[in-house]
């Protein structure tokens, strides 16, 4: 049982069979992650295909705009990346892991710094601790961290694995950024600056580099960032959520999801 899941445990796939059909008309609105956006993609494609006549639309304004639209009545699904809070929970939200992603570390391609970092350095360089290339033997220049706004269920999810539920640091070489995107982000990485994205996004980019932590890079098992990637949905669950939860919980919806977060 994954943290701020349905309480289903592993019956899920039980709890939300696929449908055999679903009426004409349909719509799912989805918003929430960006880390959930080629995930959302890749099983809307699927939905739309399975059940002909049906609407999906998505957007990706971050986990916690996700959940107040969920909470306001204007999306049927929001897209996690973060366990719901006790609050969520008790407003009658319920989330359902679909996924586990792993955060990447990245610099952009042209950072002289060739080498990895081990995850007490990068907690350092996080917190604000450690500010300069040179202390890991990279050149003489400030670390320009570019950190995600605190609505982004990365953030969080960040602050909790790498942090160890620490705050960020607040020295003048930390840069919090105002949207929660992750192509603005990569593109002002430059020779000096570090961020953090959900993996399928970086992997097949050509203008970052992904830095390996305490020697693993995020494709092996024994990487330390991983965490869940969720859905979440009000209680009690309509026929379009079950219907959508259906598919994403399928074997058909496994492999979509297990392609989109190896990325594009």
């Given at each position: 049982?994954?943290?701020?899941?349905?309480?289903?445990?592993?019956?899920?796939?039980?709890?939300?069979?696929?449908?055999?059909?679903?009426?004409?008309?349909?719509?799912?609105?989805?918003?929430?992650?960006?880390?959930?956006?080629?995930?959302?993609?890749?099983l809307?494609?699927?939905?739309?295909?399975?059940?002909?006549?049906?609407?999906?639309?998505?957007?990706?304004?971050?986990?916690?705009?996700?959940?107040?639209?969920?909470?306001?009545?204007?999306?049927?699904?929001?897209?996690?990346?973060?366990?719901?809070?006790?609050?969520?929970?008790?407003?009658?939200?319920?989330?359902?892991?679909?996924?586990?992603?792993?955060?990447?570390?990245?610099?952009?391609?042209d950072?002289?710094?060739?080498?990895?970092?081990?995850?007490?350095?990068?907690?350092?360089?996080?917190?604000?601790?450690?500010?300069?290339?040179a202390?890991?033997?990279?050149?003489?220049?400030t670390?320009?961290?570019?950190?995600?706004?605190?609505?982004s269920?990365t953030?969080?999810?960040?602050?909790?694995?790498?942090?160890?539920?620490?705050?960020?640091?607040?020295?003048?070489?930390?840069?919090?950024?105002?949207?929660?995107?992750?192509?603005?982000?990569?593109?002002?990485?430059?020779?000096?600056?570090?961020?953090?994205?959900?993996?399928?996004?970086?992997?097949?980019?050509?203008?970052?580099?992904?830095?390996?932590?305490?020697?693993?890079?995020?494709?092996?098992?024994?990487?330390?960032?991983?965490?869940?990637?969720?859905?979440?949905?009000?209680?009690?669950?309509?026929?379009?959520?079950?219907?959508?939860?259906?598919?994403?919980?399928?074997?058909?919806?496994?492999?979509?999801?297990?392609?989109?977060?190896?990325?594009?």
């Amino acid at each position: 049982m994954l943290p701020g899941g349905s309480g289903a445990g592993g019956n899920l796939a039980a709890q939300f069979p696929p449908q055999q059909s679903v009426p004409a008309g349909t719509t799912i609105t989805i918003d929430g992650s960006t880390s959930m956006v080629l995930i959302n993609q890749a099983l809307k494609a699927a939905f739309l295909q399975a059940y002909p006549g049906t609407v999906v639309n998505t957007s990706a304004t971050g986990s916690d705009n996700g959940i107040q639209a969920l909470l306001g009545g204007s999306v049927t699904l929001a897209a996690l990346s973060r366990p719901l809070t006790a609050d969520d929970q008790q407003r009658g939200l319920v989330a359902v892991p679909v996924a586990k992603d792993r955060i990447a570390i990245v610099v952009g391609i042209d950072n002289p710094f060739r080498r990895g970092l081990s995850s007490n350095q990068l907690m350092q360089i996080f917190r604000g601790e450690i500010t300069n290339w040179a202390t890991f033997g990279g050149a003489d220049r400030t670390i320009r961290v570019l950190n995600r706004p605190s609505v982004s269920g990365t953030h969080k999810a960040f602050q909790s694995v790498v942090l160890g539920g620490n705050n960020f640091g607040t020295t003048p070489n930390i840069k919090t950024l105002v949207r929660d995107a992750t192509t603005p982000m990569l593109q002002q990485l430059g020779v000096d600056g570090i961020g953090y994205a959900t993996y399928g996004q970086v992997a097949d980019q050509r203008t970052v580099r992904v830095l390996a932590i305490d020697g693993s890079t995020p494709e092996a098992e024994a990487y330390p960032f991983q965490r869940p990637l969720f859905y979440a949905y009000r209680q009690p669950a309509d026929p379009a959520v079950k219907a959508f939860l259906g598919l994403a919980l399928s074997e058909e919806g496994k492999t979509q999801i297990a392609t989109s977060i190896k990325g594009p």
